[in-house]
């Protein structure tokens, strides 16, 4: 049985991947009148004198939604909101797992922008955090944006940020290998969707000078007709030297190529074309840009992918969880810039000079330190940019 069958049987078996635990006990009439009426009207009373009080007196302190509307899952695409619930469990089931963080998922039935955020926005209350999952882009930029202008919580699209923290950690220590200057590097990214511009623009917060974005019809340049608002956004701040031409053109001479974008479109003609002691990322799932043997035998000196089955997997579990025990934890407003460059060094720092090697450039997604490393950077900065709150 392969991996896919194997795992729908589980979860035939499981019947859902997380539930609801009681944190009161409930064994008597005493009991009852504690947790229920008539004494929980006292919290109740409290909480609307300060809504403040709501951390304190409730779970809301510990517990994010996990919210899709199910256009965007996985490599599935728009497949609906209740098919990607099997997926936003199991995002509630890491968040448990790995740094304690009760997570509720929620799947909405809207394709529009305002609806999506009228609806978040109004059950916002309950929560500590808010965790968006699987929406497409472009809609996933306007969503989030629009979100973070009225909630006074944190709002974390993870397809985006996530994924780019966890590369920008493992490029850190890549270049540490090759010895390298983040600030002189030629990086390429393939495929300029949600997760494609939220690398680029992480990495030019960390320090990347010399970036090209590449998309379905070549080259991302300032100027050109058709961009849609993203595009358009981050060739304002990316190839400044106004190249035009495919991805093999972008590819020629460049130190670091990252794809987020399709299966086998890089041959090991262009990873030769890239610059000595290259660095190769491709992350599209389940079958990358391309396979790490063929990248290695062109001339890449580093290789990391997505996958479990292969080293320097970049995967996304690095970052959300620890991120958002230490926003929760600080009872942050929000999740800044300054807290996502935080956590991309964290998550660098736990590979020593020791360890560190090509094949080594990354902490494994089981590592038990990541999450309390990741969420005392991220209390950190939060407190640092005065977003902390307690």
């Known amino acids: 049985m392969d991996i896919k069958q194997e795992s729908l049987k589980k979860h035939y078996e499981w019947n859902g991947k997380i539930e609801v635990v009681a944190r009161c006990p409930v064994n008597n009439r005493e009991d009852l009148s504690l947790a229920y009426t008539p004494g929980v009207a006292e919290a109740c009373l409290v909480i609307n004198k300060d809504i403040n009080k709501s951390y304190e007196l409730t779970r809301r302190n510990n517990l994010v939604a996990v919210i899709t509307d199910g256009t965007a899952i996985l490599g599935l695409g728009d497949i609906g909101p209740e098919a990607g ?3 936003m469990e199991g995002k509630c089931a890491l ?10 998922p929620i799947c909405i039935r809207s394709k529009d922008v305002d609806e999506l955020v009228r609806t978040i926005y109004l059950i916002s209350g309950s929560f500590g955090g808010i965790n968006l999952e699987d929406i497409s882009a472009p809609r996933c930029f306007e969503v989030e944006k629009k979100l973070k202008e009225i909630c006074d919580i944190p709002v974390f699209h993870d397809d985006q940020h996530g994924t780019a923290i966890v590369v920008a950690a493992a ?4 270049l540490r290998v090759v010895h390298k200057d983040i600030g002189k590097v030629k990086v390429v990214i393939n495929g300029a969707g949600s997760a494609g511009i939220a690398i680029g623009k992480h990495l030019l917060n960390m320090g990347v000078k010399h970036l090209t974005m590449v998309d379905r019809f070549g080259i991302i340049c300032k100027g050109m007709p058709d961009l849609n608002s993203a595009h358009a956004e981050i060739a304002e701040i990316t190839n400044l030297e106004h190249k035009t031409g495919t991805l093999s053109d972008a590819m020629k001479g460049a130190d670091v190529f990252i794809g987020v974008s399709a299966p086998n479109i890089v041959s090991e003609e262009m990873v030769a074309s890239m610059s000595k002691d290259s660095i190769v990322f491709p992350m599209a799932n389940p079958t990358p840009e391309i396979m790490p043997d063929k990248a290695k035998a062109a001339g890449a000196r580093i290789v990391g992918t997505g996958r479990s089955d292969f080293p320097n997997q970049i995967n996304n579990v690095l970052a959300f969880p620890g991120i958002f025990r230490g926003a929760l934890d600080c009872r942050a407003s929000c999740i800044n810039e300054e807290m996502k460059v935080a956590t991309s060094h964290a998550l660098a720092s736990l590979i020593s000079d020791e360890e ?12 038990k330190r990541v999450a309390q490393v990741v969420a005392e950077a991220v209390a950190k900065a939060a407190k640092e940019t005065g977003v902390a709150r307690i």
Do not use: G, Q, R
């Not at 490029?171 to 890549?174: K, P, S, T």
């Not at 560190?356 to 590592?367: G, M």
């Open 171 to 174: 490029l850190l220590n890549a």
């Open 95 to 104: 968040f448990k797992t790995f740094a304690d963080v009760d997570a509720f």
């Open 356 to 367: 560190l090697n090509e094949e080594n450039i990354i902490a494994p997604a089981l590592d």
């Open 85 to 87: 619930m099997p997926v």
